[in-house]
């Protein structure tokens, strides 16, 4: 099993699509600085979540019955503490990630990156799949 992190189906108004956004700001490129923020919010969910992983695995060693139950708790679980938090980065103002460039602001109104009119961090969504 599997957790995935990324973003529904969807575009704005002009076309372009929410997960093409995704992709070239996790990547950057010529023009855009990397901003991986499906990365950032996963990453930090481990820390937080070291307690909750622990006693998973004394839960698989004491019940392998429940493992395949137990698993999909587990994954849902940081599937959606990763979700919020990379809505929560999005909406407050980027501030884990590089600023907009000053042209940029210009155009947009505000140094808000991966910000335009809230939809991006809406479609924000995980998965769990066996695989």
Request: hydrophobic residues 35%.
């Given at each position: 099993?599997?957790?995935?992190?990324?973003?529904?189906?969807?575009?704005?108004?002009s076309g372009e699509t929410f997960s093409d956004v995704m992709a070239y700001n996790h990547l950057g490129t010529e023009t855009i600085?990397?901003?991986?923020?499906?990365?950032?919010a996963a990453e930090k969910m481990i820390p937080?979540?070291?307690k909750r992983i622990k006693a998973f695995l004394h839960n698989l060693i004491v019940n392998p019955r429940?493992?395949?139950?137990?698993?999909t708790v587990l994954l849902?679980?940081?599937g959606q503490?990763?979700?919020?938090?990379?809505?929560?980065?999005?909406?407050?103002?980027?501030?884990?990630l590089q600023h907009n460039a000053p042209a940029t602001v210009e155009k947009k109104g505000m140094d808000h990156p991966l910000f335009v009119d809230g939809e991006l961090s809406k479609h924000v969504s995980y998965e769990v799949v066996n695989e």
């Open positions: 099993m599997q957790v995935r992190l990324g973003v529904l189906p969807g575009s704005y108004e600085p990397p901003r991986p923020v499906l990365r950032i937080a979540n070291s429940e493992s395949g139950r137990l698993e849902t679980s940081l503490q990763s979700a919020a938090e990379a809505k929560r980065i999005i909406n407050n103002n980027g501030g884990d």
